[in-house]
């Protein structure tokens, strides 16, 4: 098994990418299951094979401990940690060769919090895994917002310590060119330095230019890959990236 977590800020597309990425992966006969990790969500546009809500739900920790709906969705989330084991267990007898694993809508749960991390090497135990990070085109459009999610995007790779590859959402609701210049400025520190400098005013400025300098040395998140969950853009390169990543260019195949 070959595990590949969804992690993004709420309303980054995480359960629309799973939707589409698991029916690309359908359509091209590959062995996929999806987890569903949010005890919140009240609707998902696929069907989950293992889906957290069996286990626990942010309505029955509210009434169970009369919490409110914020602190019910924290407690949810270290909940979610003691059942791991079983749902580690649920997923292994899927036998798929790859997991997409859909993490809660607000990221810090899953990302910020000790649950997030043990969750994720009890579900990953000795598999294979690795993380997908998105990234709003629409927010990403302002190169100071732009630096603001690489740098979101450095923190959650530095407290998975996993393979990462970073994901412009949405590129269908965005002008190409726009996509584009976005794409051109994550790999080109230079140019994402001078953008942020013409925006960023007064002593401000030099705080955005160390901030870049930063992320340009942090090679792992130098790149980034457009992708529509909507017509499908860049699904395929997605795909063959992730090939590269979890078998050097073959086709993962688990055999049991």
């Avoid at 749960?109 to 009890?122: C, D, E, N, Q, T």
């Avoid at 990070?133 to 407290?159: N, Q």
């Avoid at 609701?173 to 230079?190: A, F, G, P, T």
């Avoid at 130098?222 to 078998?247: H, M």
Wanted: hydrophobic residues 45%; glycine residues 8%.
């Amino acid at each position: 098994m070959f595990f590949i977590f969804i992690i993004g800020p709420a309303g980054s597309g995480k359960s629309t990418l799973v939707g589409a990425f698991s029916d690309w992966m359908l359509d091209h006969d590959l062995d996929v299951a999806t987890i569903n990790l949010d005890p919140g969500a009240s609707w998902m546009p696929y069907r989950p094979d293992v889906d957290v809500r069996d286990y626990v739900t942010v309505e029955e920790v509210m009434e169970k401990y009369n919490l409110g709906p914020n602190g019910a969705i924290i407690a949810a989330a270290d909940l979610i940690a003691v059942e791991a084991g079983k749902i580690r267990d649920e997923i292994e007898g899927l036998k798929a060769d790859y997991i997409l694993v859909d993490t809660p809508g607000q990221m810090e749960l899953f990302a910020f919090r000790a649950a997030g991390p043990h969750i994720a090497s009890v579900l990953c135990k000795d598999s294979g895994a690795m993380i997908l990070f998105l990234i709003d085109a629409i927010f990403a459009s302002r190169p100071t917002s732009l630096v603001s999610a690489l740098l979101l995007s450095a923190s959650v790779h530095f407290r998975f310590l996993m393979p990462q590859l970073n994901l412009l959402t949405k590129v269908d609701m965005v002008d190409k060119k726009r996509v584009e210049h976005i794409c051109y400025l994550v790999e080109n520190s230079q140019a994402l330095i001078e953008a942020v400098s013409m925006e960023a005013k007064g002593p401000y400025r030099e705080m955005h230019e160390k901030l870049c300098e930063l992320i340009a040395s942090l090679g792992s998140i130098s790149s980034i890959f457009p992708v529509s969950s909507i017509t499908g853009e860049g699904i395929d390169s997605l795909y063959a990236e992730i090939q590269r990543i979890s078998a050097g260019g073959e086709d993962y195949v688990t055999y049991y």
